[in-house]
């Protein structure tokens, strides 16, 4: 399974940008972030039929996952963008096809992408 990360930039505070991952097969998927000098963190997560999702709280009401199972594709919409939320961006997915339920954990996730930057100035 190949993951294909898009749509990272450069926003001021304030802004939006959406992070789009491409994946074949219908495994539940996640984001997680990284910034420099920190831990990798989840962020979001979505089953594989999209009508579960979970959020972390530092991006709750702020963030949006969705996935569109005949494009393969994931997205996540993020809005009221703060500077906090600057880090490179990963989509993963697994463990299982046609997983009811989201995962929050990193071990969880079989397949990754090479992540995406999102950097948000002040």
């Known amino acids: 399974v190949q993951l294909v990360e898009s749509g990272g930039g450069l926003v001021q505070a304030g802004g939006s940008l959406r992070l789009s991952c491409a994946a074949s097969g219908r495994y539940p998927m996640g984001w997680f972030r990284q910034a420099p000098g920190k831990e990798r963190e989840f962020v979001a997560a979505i089953n594989w039929s999209g009508d579960s999702t979970d959020y972390a709280d530092s991006v709750k009401d702020r963030f949006t996952i969705s996935r569109d199972t005949a494009k393969s594709t994931m997205y996540l919409q993020m809005n009221s963008l703060k500077p906090e939320d600057t880090a490179a961006y990963y989509c993963?997915?697994?463990?299982?096809?046609?997983?009811?339920?989201?995962?929050?954990?990193?071990?969880?996730?079989?397949?990754w992408g090479q992540g995406t930057q999102v950097t948000v100035s002040s």
């Open positions: 993963a997915a697994g463990p299982t096809n046609y997983s009811g339920r989201t995962y929050r954990w990193e071990s969880e996730y079989v397949y």
